[in-house]
């Protein structure tokens, strides 16, 4: 079989094994839901205070951007994970013993990736269409004109976005949370690296920005606002891609990117980038090798090879009590229970399965985010210090709530008497602990402060952040939707204190204690009704 | 203590019936539960073990309908799946103890237990290692040492011997005939050795339906007089394949040493006595050809 034929296969395999997931349909909604936001207008492009005309050109430019930017953030969580899930299945282990090189393999889930992503870039596609038909203000389809933004800009910002979470999985430091974390900064920096070059220069775009930007947005930039600056040399040089509040007033024509050698070179250079990124990651990728095996269970593995080399004599006693045919021996019939109430015993069991496997210097970097919360003034402390030492624990918290499903302990667990109403709770507490414990700090200085609004922020902060954690565990049955979500709600939300989604509620500007109690309750109803379905018996 | 299996069906879907009109009756002892791969034996113990629901019919634990009560068995249950996972960052000893939490076990009497189960399992010298570096048959033991731990009343199963090496099959089988003694215990297997061994009781399972319930000799007695074993050149074995119901084959020096199940002894044949895994083919064979229980 030729290789492109076993590169088709293997591409095909693994769109299959995705889009018959229903997750799949979350992915499509999910880009439904963008297109529709962007056609309601809560997504905005605007230059200075106009906005173009609703024609094919100024629709599917809108619709580029926001794919090739707001896409490219969601899509990366959406697709990283195909190498794991080799793993996980075992599917990893019957390929690693093909012939197959590393690099056609990772070659192959960059491009199953992008076939994935390419998908919501068709979703957005057809959204733009419906877009300009019932926007009405300019009825004349030119096709090109409206798809060729999702072709030239979405795509190749897609199939970079798709190799990178290839790169990531090869990566021992980025294959989970850390890596789910550091995307978010990593896109940021993306974005503000192909946006900054121009905005120093005072807005004026050359073809250089276009090589180094990933989202397109500099040069479709330069292009409108050469034309806004024909029809209306008053207008301020400013651009923006915003969300809700802001509505432009005025409009002006655009009649579509002019599409020079240059710029398309610049766009389809991006796919060489992808490529270059699929062939790196095939530098680390273990092919499986379980010895070389980054999760916990390659770890302890590695681990325990050390510790087999241990004294002859400790193997020797454990020979004789191997011959002492323990089998035969009887066991002691337990006592019946004494039925004293066992929660804080579970509390304890689950905080220590949170933090297992946490060396050192992650206990140290906790402690001492928590003693600068009460040595510093308290300003610092409520305003800085304490959105450090609350996502310190992300990654304790992001388990929370799919640990079952993820290790496939659900079916001991769940047999167990009373397991939703005593092991939920417990799990929740004992994640409501880790964030009591790692942001006391604060909280003894705002006892000491006697600001009792702000104690009272801060207590549902300790209840909000684990619900949240839990409750998109057991509803998306792992834990990338929290990483993802809270990291992008903690830096937008909490970091910039912006009032209804600085959820730490320290500051007395952006508090709204009462809005995250609701939702805290909301969350842990969802959670507790999900986990019901999950037990066949609640 | 008794346990009620009363015509219960389980449905996949819309229209696929992994278990149908299924009626058992337990007592104390091993039931041996047998049957080809997909005859819903794993699905029965998932509903007995509460992890999944009956779509018709009772499971009823000492009076208890399980439908209403699962804590009701919940509280007794030991259980083995075929495929569980563990936490990989956890010790041998730091996972029972978690799962003696979940399942509401006091404090020291639970520490004791886990320290006679981790002999028991012989894992004692081991029980600090993290569960991610254990081998599969390690990993199998402390399954074993978890179903074990609340000192289980009904004890289910499924695959348990498993990624065990041949010595430590052997010592778990007279574990679990001990165990029948005084509980309940399932146990569902494809090595019929394994039941041979153990069992008190058998089930054969076939297509979601019982084909036959009875204790070993029982089945055994059905066959009695009809295996036969003999020699043939290794060139008439497809013919003699085509004519009898061949339940083993052995190559010898001196040809192919053939055993069946028949009626009328085939020439030069000599009467062999019967195994369970005859009586297992026989049944089955029987079920197949006429489409009810033998």
Known sequence: MSRGRVLGHLVKADFLTRVRRTSFLLTLGFAVFLGYQTFAGNIVMQLDDYRGV????????????????????????????????????????????????????TVAKFLGNFTVLAAMVLVMGVAALCMQLAHSEDRTLHLWTLLSPLLLFALPAMAFVAALAVLFETLPLLRGGVGNVAWFFLWTGLLVAGIGPAATRGGTVTHADDFHDFSGMPGLYGQMRGQLLEVAPQ?????????????PHKRFLWTGVHWDAVLVAARLTWFGYALAAALLAALFFHRFDPARSFGPAGRSRRRNAVQERAPVVEFAAAKQLAQADPWTMRLTPLPPASGKNRFFAMVAAELRLMLQGHRWWWYA?????????????????????????WIWPLLVWSPMGSRESRYATGSLIFSAPFAL?????????????????????????????????????????????????????????????????????????????????????TVDASSTPALYLGLTIVLLAACWMRRRTQLAYA | MKLSIENVGKRYGSQTWALRRFSLELKPGVLGLLGPNGAGKTTLMNILATITRATEGQVMWGGADVALEPNAVRAVLGYLPQDFGVYPNLSAQEFLEYLAAVKGLDALPARRRIDQLLNLVNLSDVRGRPLGGYSGGMKQRVGIAQALLNDPQLLIVDEPTAGLDPEERVRFRNLLAELGGERIVILSTHIVSDVEATATEIALIANGALVAHAPPEDLLRRVEGRVWEWVIPSADLNAVKQCYRISNTVRRSDGVHVRALTDEPPKGALPAAPTLEDAYLDSLSVYRAAGVPA
């Open chain 1, 365 to 389: 970097m906790a402690g001492a985010l928590c003693v600068a919360c009460v040595a510093a003034p308290l300003p610092v402390s409520r305003g800085g210090i304490i959105l450090a030492a």
């Open chain 1, 421 to 505: 109403q005593r092991q939920l709770p417990a799990v929740w507490t004992a994640g409501v602990l880790v964030t009591l414990a790692t942001g006391g700090g604060l909280l003894i200085r705002l006892l000491i402060a006697g600001d009792g609004r702000s104690v009272a922020g801060f207590l549902v902060a300790v209840c909000f952040i684990p619900s949240l954690a839990l409750a998109l565990g057991v509803l998306s049955g792992g834990s990338k939707f929290f990483e993802a979500l809270y990291t992008v709600w903690w830096y937008t939300g909490a970091a910039h204190h912006i009032r209804g989604l600085d959820f730490t509620g």
């Open chain 1, 235 to 247: 207008a301020h040089e400013s651009f923006s891609l915003s969300i809700g509040s802001m509505k």
């Open chain 1, 54 to 105: 609703y024609n094919s050109a100024w629709v599917g430019a809108l619709m580029g951007v926001v794919t090739s930017t707001f896409l490219t953030l969601v899509g990366f969580y959406i697709v990283k994970g195909s190498i794991q899930r080799d793993e996980t299945t075992r599917v990893g282990q019957i390929l690693a013993a093909t012939p197959m090189s590393k690099s056609f393999y």
